[in-house]
């Protein structure tokens, strides 16, 4: 590999704002905000509003969409149109 062509590759901690967790890994993503860790080394935090932590799909929390109903009501608009 070429020298300094490449972004530096370091830990980071990533903040999610919708459930509070926060988890440590890297990333070539850098921030001037500093939060210390469990280890007692402080990274730079880098704030996100989803993460595994919040969003719908990974929680279960996800809404079903009712296809079937949704035909019906669309028929039903429709039913005499174009007769």
Same mark, same amino acid.
């Given at each position: 590999? !070429? #020298?300094? @062509?490449?972004?530096? &590759? #370091?830990?980071? @901690?990533?903040?999610? =704002? #919708?459930? +509070?967790t926060?988890? =440590?890994?890297?990333?070539?993503v850098?921030?001037?905000?500093?939060?210390?860790?469990?280890? +007692?080394?402080? &990274?730079? /935090? @880098?704030? /996100?509003?989803?993460?595994?932590e919040?969003?719908?799909?990974?929680? +279960? !929390?996800q809404?079903?969409?009712?296809? #079937? *109903?949704? /035909?019906?009501?669309?028929?039903?608009?429709? !039913? *005499?149109? *174009?007769?």
């Amino acid at each position: 590999m !070429k #020298a300094e @062509i490449h972004p530096e &590759y #370091a830990p980071v @901690i990533f903040h999610d =704002l #919708a459930s +509070g967790t926060s988890f =440590l890994t890297r990333s070539t993503v850098s921030s001037s905000k500093m939060m210390k860790w469990e280890d +007692g080394n402080e &990274y730079p /935090v @880098i704030d /996100v509003e989803i993460s595994s932590e919040s969003h719908p799909f990974y929680t +279960g !929390k996800q809404r079903i969409m009712d296809s #079937a *109903g949704r /035909v019906e009501k669309f028929n039903q608009r429709f !039913k *005499g149109f *174009g007769a």
